[in-house]
Each structure stands twice: as C-alpha cells, then as structure tokens.
C-alpha cells in the first residue's frame, strides 16, 4: 500500500514534466517551421530555385488537405522558372515553349491544374497559381489564356503593402507579361478605337511593371545586405541577385514601348526616370545598357536646338504626365532616387549625351574583364563589345563640340583592355590626330600596322602625317613603301602609296644640299608621280602634285597640259586653278593669268590664298592702284567672316563696363570709307585708295593685343593683309601708319623695316 501511495503522489509530476516537454518540442517545431517557412520566401524573392526544390522536401504539413497543394505550388513555380532559365535565347526572340519538347512545362502545368481544380489552398495562394498559370500560357504563346488568368487574379486590385516580397515579383511580371500579352493580340482587332485603346492599356501596364519593378529590386538589396550582416563569418553568404529576364524586360518596357511607337519625347521622359532611380548591385549592367541607350537616343533623334532638356520643361502632355496615375492601394512606396544640392545638369541633348556617356565610358572601365584565361574568353568578347559601343558614341558626340583632347584620354583609358583590338588602337590614332598630337598618333599607328599589316588605310595615314606636320620623311617613305610593295594586293591604294611616295621624294630633293642629290630625289619623285597617274589617270589630286612637281624641275610647259588635263575633269578645283595661274605667271603670261585668278575668284569668293595671289599679279601686271582695291576687298571679307565671331568672343573675356554705342566703330571693326564718301575729299585714284587703306588700319591697329582672340590662322592672314598693304603704301612713297609693338611681335621688325624713325 505504502508502494502504491508513492506511486500516486508521483503521477501529477510526471504528467507535468511530460507535457512540458512535449509543449517544448511544440514550440521548437513551430519555430523550425517559421524558420522554413521565411526561408522558403527568401528563396522565392531572390529566385534560389534550386535551394527551393531542397527545401519543399523539408516542409511538414500543417493540414492533411492542404500541405500537399502548397508543395505542389512551390514545385510548380520552381519548375518553370528554371525551364525559363534554360530558354532565355527563345525568350529574347519571342520563340513559344512547347510543353512536348520540355518536361518542367509540362510539370508545372499538371501541378497547377491540379491545385486550381481542387481549390483547397487559401486564397493568397490560389492568386498566386493563377500569376504563375498566366506567366506558363505566356511562354507558350497563349497571349489570351495569359491575359484572361490575370483577369481572374485580379491584378489590378491587388495590394503589395506588407506582404512578402516575392509577391512584388510576382505582381511586376504580371503586368509586364500582360503588357506584352496586349500587344501580341492587338493584330486580330479590327477596330481603330479598340486599338487605341489597348495600347494605352499596355503602355500602363508596362508603367506599372517598371515602377513596382524598381522598388522590388530596392528592398531585395536592403533585405539581402542586412541578411549578410547578421550572417556569422563562418557561413558564406548567398550568390547575388541577378536579374532575370522578365524583371529586366519589366525595367525597360515603359521606355521601350513608347520607342516603338515614335513617341520618341516620352521615351526619353520614362528612360530619364529609370535612370534617376537609385540603382542596386543587380540593375548595374541594365543601367549601363539604359545608359547608353538613352545617349544613342538623343544623338540619332534630337537635335542640339531641341528643347527637351533635362534642366527644361518637357512639351505638351509630357509635362502632366506623372508618376501620380500609378494606384497607390496596390503600393504606397516610391523607389528612392537620386537628389541633392547644386547637382549638374545638362543643358541640351549633346550635353545630356555627353554626360551619360562619360559614366558608361567609367562603368566600362569599372567592369572590363582583362583576364586573359581561356575560361574568360567569352565575358571579355562582351565586355569589349559593350566599351566599343561606348567609345564609337563617345567619338561622334566629342566630334560634334571639337572636344578631340578629351576623346583622346578617354581612348588612352580604353587600352588596358584593348590588346589586339584594332578599332579602339585606331579611334585612338585618329583622335590624337584631330587633337594636333602627332607623334603619339604616329606611334599608334604603328601598333595599328602590326594589329593589320595589310591595311592600306593606315600606312597611307601614317604617312601622310610624317609627310605634313611632322616632316619626318624617312618614316614617311617606309611607310609609303608599304603601301607600293603590296602590288596588286593594294587595290585601289596602290596609286596614293606612289603619290605619297612621290610627295616625299620631292620634300627631301627640297632639304637636300647638294645639286646631285637634289637631282636624284626629283627624278625619283616625278617617276613615282608618273606611276601614280598611269594607276589611277583620273585622280585631279595625283594629277596636281604631277604638275607641281614638273614645274619644280622648270618643265612648266608639260605641267600645264596635265593642269588642264584635270581641269577637264573637274572644272572647278581650286588647287589645279591656283597652280595654273602660278605657272602661267612664271611663263610672264600675266593676262592669261590674270584671266584665270579672275576666273578663280569668282568660283571661290572667300579664299585668301587666291585674293593674295591676285594681289600680287595686279602690283606687278596692272599697277598698285588695282591692287589697293583688291588689298581694301580682303580687309572688307576679313571682317565680315571672322569679326562677329571675334567680337564675341572678346566681349565674353573682357572686364570694362557696358558703354552706349556710338557711330564711329571699335577698332575690331574696320572703317572704310565708302568709295563716294563727300568728307573725302577729292575721288581721284592713287592717293585716295591710299588714304583710305591707311585710315581703315589705323582705327584696327589701335586695338591691344590684350582684345586679340581668335585662331592663329585668322590673325595670320590679317597680317599678311598689313604686311602687303605696308609694301602698297611703300610704292605710293606716302605715309604709312604705324604698328603698335606689343600688338604683333612678329611684325615688329617688318614695320621698322618700312616706317623707319
């Protein structure tokens, strides 16, 4: 008895204990579950399929009816998504899926059917089989049974605030896939108001997938990055999120559907959006794209007098267009974007391109893949594909505003990863050239030859650029030779390589000191020039350097029946012009030439180098009165083509006060009296023209050399104006005006020399 009794005062405690262990074991498994259950959400957000498939395996059911439907859910999405992963080509080209030709289609669809018959799942859940069925017809190419299961999920009134963040995912695919559905069906319908009317509905569907698609990828990094920083060290954190091809497709489908639709303004309006939001790790590669892509835009369809600027209000119903038609019950967030104080912003279309190249051009370098493993390959031909893309932009919009030195530095930054590429070696050549760096490009160049031994277009540059600026005609000739050596091979070229040739054997029978020498280069010259004819006999240019070179060795004659051989073929060219008058005035046929430069002049009106010429013609054949009045016209053309230009680039540098305009002119405008001028005085000839021409470079030459802006070669041709018009005025035996030392230096000596004191 006593036994028992010990027994029965027992039992309530051992009951006790009991159930507490088997309420901890309760709360253990309970929190496992929730474990599971977030992680399993985790995997669905940042698209983890495989881990997914390992987890279903663990999940218990909770209900008998339902466990097996929520496991076929998850199987069902896992499934198609990493059939889609293995079909991004046919995705890319709108190809449909066939469920015959892949098993997970078919998987994913059985699993599906099954869970929307049955109907057990709780509502959340069945909303969610009925995004995924829809996104399966898509692939399949079923656009109608896709936009009627979005129909019955009720997209539009669905609400992502507090919920899990796949289902964002979720939602911003269902619009996106929705969007594209619309599209795809607006073939078949007839009426112009229904069509209208679709499109809209797809534009706003692809406005919405953009927009939910943006805040997605926020917080999936902001929930991924706080993950790894509670992650202990020992355990390595999960692979980055990379953007699957809906999601992308969901980026850039606002922008995109407007593009094709020629609404280029509200293109560039939703681009300018996207690329305003502040992007995440995942989005860096599609900014780069949108980056570049926005930069294509403006150069091709906006002109620089476009008023569609950044800075500026965009036109008509741009303007009211806003993010506020966007349903704030389905989400009240907005992506972040950025902002802040005195940022920079363009203020036109080549600015706007300029600047978003220059942050391609730095993510491009920022992501190059140099590595040169073979297991590389294929990312490095992708990477150079996209900087190329990037640098050929970069040329045509610094080509556009002269910016050749910056151009350059940005090539240079383009050679780490530029080994054996020929086009970027070359941009880099022709840059350095525009930019006046000579030698560097040479040396480029030389690269280039070794990159393509058989390009005649680069030894043929190569040599033009020792032959003109730099006069290194060793390296010119090699570099000629080339060219000559290819034979046949040359094509076309083969007849400027002997023009090249030719040019350099004549510079350097002009450097030689000895007679023989000299006698040795001109025969060489003239018989590759010779060659060069026989090759292309209607080249003007070969035909030109022929002449010049024959009337180099005083065979002046031969040189104008080739001069008027290429007249011939081009009536009008100049240079043949020039030459003509050159040689028939050493023959003392000044009429002839006189006829000729008249000729030329009427042609080219504005050509200094033929009004020089005339000039002198008229001092030595007619007399120095005719040649005051052409010296007075040049001064005349001088002004009008380069002072406006001038006056405004001195009233932007210069620190004096506004003052009232007054009748007379400002030195940089040159006052000459007109030809019947009473104030004058007598209109008679010589010493009117003189007193005239005098009067105009007094009030010019009273400007400092503080207001002296512009190029080197106007104010090089202005000078030559003064130098022949000193000589003029010297013949007059007048007076001649004087030259303020500090205004030209290099003209210093030259004054002294015909105003002595």
């Not at 009816?65 to 709108?94: G, H, I, P, R, T």
């Not at 009317?197 to 917080?219: T, V």
């Not at 699957?244 to 995109?256: I, K, N, P, R, T």
């Not at 040189?559 to 028939?584: G, M, P, S, T, W």
Request: hydrophobic share 40%; with cysteine.
């Amino acid at each position: 008895m006593h036994k028992e009794a010990l027994q029965l005062l027992w039992l309530p405690v051992i009951f006790e204990s009991r159930m507490c262990r088997n309420v901890d074991m309760a709360s253990r498994s309970s929190m496992s579950h929730l474990k599971l259950e977030a992680e399993i959400e985790r995997c669905r957000a940042e698209c983890q399929w495989d881990k997914l498939l390992c987890l279903v395996k663990q999940l218990s059911p909770k209900a008998q009816d339902s466990s097996d439907d929520f496991s076929d859910l998850l199987l069902a999405e896992a499934q198609l998504e990493l059939c889609l992963k293995e079909n991004v080509a046919k995705l890319k080209d709108s190809i449909p899926l066939m469920e015959s030709n892949e098993p997970r289609l078919q998987q994913t669809n059985a699993y599906l059917t099954g869970i929307l018959n049955r109907g057990k799942l709780p509502p959340k859940y069945i909303t969610e089989a009925l995004l995924i069925l829809g996104k399966l017809h898509y692939v399949e190419g079923s656009y109608r049974d896709a936009i009627s299961m979005y129909a019955r999920a009720g997209i539009d009134n669905l609400t992502l605030d507090d919920e899990p963040l796949y289902q964002m995912r979720l939602v911003t695919e269902a619009f996106l896939i929705k969007g594209l559905s619309l599209e795809h069906s607006t073939t078949a319908i007839a009426s112009p108001a229904r069509l209208t009317e679709r499109e809209e509905e797809s534009i706003s569907c692809f406005e919405k997938a953009s927009w939910i698609a943006q805040i997605f990828l926020q917080e999936i990094e902001k929930t991924s990055t706080s993950s790894n920083q509670r992650s202990s060290k020992i355990i390595s954190s999960g692979p980055d999120f990379e953007l699957s091809f809906f999601l992308e497709a969901a980026l850039q489908s606002a922008y995109v559907a407007h593009f094709k639709k020629g609404n280029i303004l509200k293109g560039i309006k939703e681009l300018r959006d996207v690329m305003r939001v502040v992007e995440t790790k995942s989005m860096q590669p599609f900014k780069m794209a949108a980056t570049k892509q926005l930069a294509e835009v403006l150069l091709h369809s906006l002109g620089e007098s476009c008023d569609s600027g950044p800075s500026r209000t965009p036109l008509t119903d741009l303007a009211n267009k806003e993010r506020n038609n966007f349903p704030r019950h389905m989400l009240h967030q907005k992506p972040q974007i950025h902002s802040g104080d005195n940022l920079y912003c363009p203020q036109d279309s080549i600015e706007e391109a300029l600047l978003l190249l220059l942050i391609s051009e730095s993510m491009a370098n920022r992501d190059a893949v140099i590595s040169r493993a073979p297991d590389q390959k294929e990312d490095r031909a992708v990477s150079l594909q996209n900087a190329s893309a990037v640098y050929d932009l970069l040329s045509i919009t610094m080509g556009r505003r002269g910016q050749y030195a910056m151009l350059s530095e940005c090539l240079e930054r383009a050679m780490k990863f530029a080994f054996g590429e020929f086009h970027l070696w070359y941009q880099l050549a022709l840059s350095m050239i525009s930019c006046g760096k000579f030698a560097y490009a040479l040396s480029v160049l030389k690269e280039c030859a070794k990159l393509r031994p058989a390009d005649t277009t680069v030894h043929l540059l190569a040599a033009k650029i020792c032959i003109e600026p730099l006069h290194w005609l060793d390296e010119g000739e090699r570099f000629a030779k080339l060219v000559t050596e290819l034979g046949e091979d040359a094509g076309e070229s083969l007849a400027k390589g002997y023009l090249a040739l030719g040019l350099v054997y004549s510079l350097q029978a002009t450097d030689a000191v000895q007679k023989a020498t000299q006698d040795d280069f001109n025969k060489k010259a003239l018989q590759s020039l010779q060659r060069a004819h026989q090759l292309d006999p209607e080249d003007t240019q070969i035909i030109l350097y022929l002449a010049l070179q024959l009337g180099l060795v005083r065979q002046i004659s031969e040189a104008i029946e080739y001069l008027q051989q290429a007249l011939k073929l081009r009536k009008d060219e100049l240079n043949c012009l020039h030459l003509l008058v050159l040689l028939l005035s050493a023959q003392k046929q000044y009429q002839h030439a006189i006829d000729v430069i008249n000729m030329a002049t009427v042609e080219y009106p504005e050509n200094f180098s033929i009004l020089f010429t005339k000039l002198k013609l008229e001092w030595v054949h007619v007399g120095p009165e005719e040649a005051l009045v052409t010296c007075r016209h040049m001064l005349h053309l001088w002004q009008k083509l380069y002072n406006f230009s001038l006056l405004s680039e001195c009233e932007k540098e210069s620190s004096l006060h506004d003052a009232p305009l007054t009748k007379k002119p400002s030195g940089m405008y040159l006052a000459i009296p007109d030809a019947h001028d009473p104030e004058n005085g007598s209109q008679r000839a010589s010493s009117l023209a003189a007193s005239r021409l005098e009067q105009a470079m007094s009030e010019i030459t009273m400007q400092s050399s503080a207001q002296r802006q512009g190029s080197h070669q106007q104010w090089a041709t202005l000078e030559q104006i003064w130098l022949h018009a000193g000589g003029l005025s010297d013949g007059f035996k007048i007076p001649v005006f004087t030259v303020p030392a500090a205004s030209f230096p290099k003209l210093t000596e030259c004054w002294f020399r015909i105003c002595p004191t």
